[in-house]
């Protein structure tokens, strides 16, 4: 039984609803029961099948060829592409793909060939970003699970706790940022990024991760005088409650930048107080943490 509407559709593959509708009038790629009220509804075979024609086009196939194709040839093709070790210009697709199949060494190869393409800064943008918006998508409409929304994100989280590892630790003399997430806080994905990017750029980086007590967050860094501590909020919580959270801060740490980033930082970034730097973009980052 189909569950998905048209617009869902779209919103979970990145397809124009309008694309869609040409498709199933001249290819015959869908065929979507109907409501009582003759609403489309389509079926998680059809979000599959959709993903898989999105990755063919982006590798050349015209749509045409693609609809001449039996549902095992498409699968075919897909898999040769996505096993060929020279491309490097994987897509969201494709990450998706081995998501759903809880394939964890293609998804950890897939983020491996990129990063050798065009470097981390390009594939958090262009591909990791744009991949956790469609993931959570597609697990709040029931396509994937929560179970495959953490085994992508642990990957990914794995993938740039190794990175952060790899890189010698900056002179003593560099200026020390320390990264940490409130209490009750869990999404770190992207203040590990900034992390990393942080210690590319020659910084001293001490990464204190998820849920960090604020009393025991002013005491270590009176002890260790960090230039900066960077935060990401992304849980919902009052506005009275992020803008209280910076001001003990700032009232305990007043040499001390103060840059945050995250979806709820941002929804109050006008009702922040000014010294609170917001990164809502790589080039806030760039500007807030230039190279050394």
């Avoid at 210690?199 to 900066?228: C, D, F, H």
Wanted: net charge positive; aromatic share 8%.
């Amino acid at each position: 039984m189909g569950k998905y509407s048209i617009k869902d559709v779209e919103t979970l593959t990145g397809i124009k609803a309008h694309t869609i509708r040409i498709w199933e009038k001249r290819f015959n790629l869908f065929n979507p029961s109907r409501t009582d009220t003759n609403i489309r509804k389509y079926s998680d075979e059809d979000i599959r099948l959709a993903l898989n024609i999105s990755l063919l086009q982006q590798k050349g196939f015209k749509i045409s060829q693609i609809a001449r194709m039996n549902t095992q040839q498409v699968d075919a093709e897909v898999k040769r592409i996505l096993s060929d070790k020279r491309n490097g210009n994987i897509g969201v697709e494709a990450m998706l793909i081995a998501t759903s199949n809880f394939n964890e060494s293609d998804l950890k190869q897939y983020i491996e060939r990129a990063v050798n393409a065009k470097g981390v800064k390009a594939i958090f943008t262009e591909l990791i970003s744009p991949f956790l918006t469609r993931i959570g998508a597609l697990w709040q409409a029931g396509v994937l699970n929560p179970a495959q929304e953490h085994f992508a994100s642990n990957i990914i989280k794995e993938y740039l706790f190794s990175q952060l590892n790899r890189i010698e630790e900056s002179t003593t003399t560099s200026p020390l940022i320390i990264f940490y997430l409130p209490e009750g806080e869990f999404h770190e994905i992207t203040l590990l990024y900034s992390a990393l990017l942080s210690k590319m750029a020659k910084y001293r980086v001490i990464y204190l991760g998820q849920t960090v007590p604020l009393e025991n967050l002013i005491a270590t860094s009176k002890n260790l005088k960090p230039w900066a501590l960077f935060t990401s909020i992304s849980k919902r919580m009052p506005s009275e409650e992020v803008t209280s959270h910076f001001t003990h801060l700032k009232r305990a740490l007043p040499s001390t930048q103060l840059l945050a980033t995250g979806y709820q930082v941002n929804v109050e970034q006008t009702a922040l107080p000014s010294y609170v730097t917001v990164i809502s973009s790589q080039d806030d980052l760039d500007r807030a943490i230039p190279s050394l």
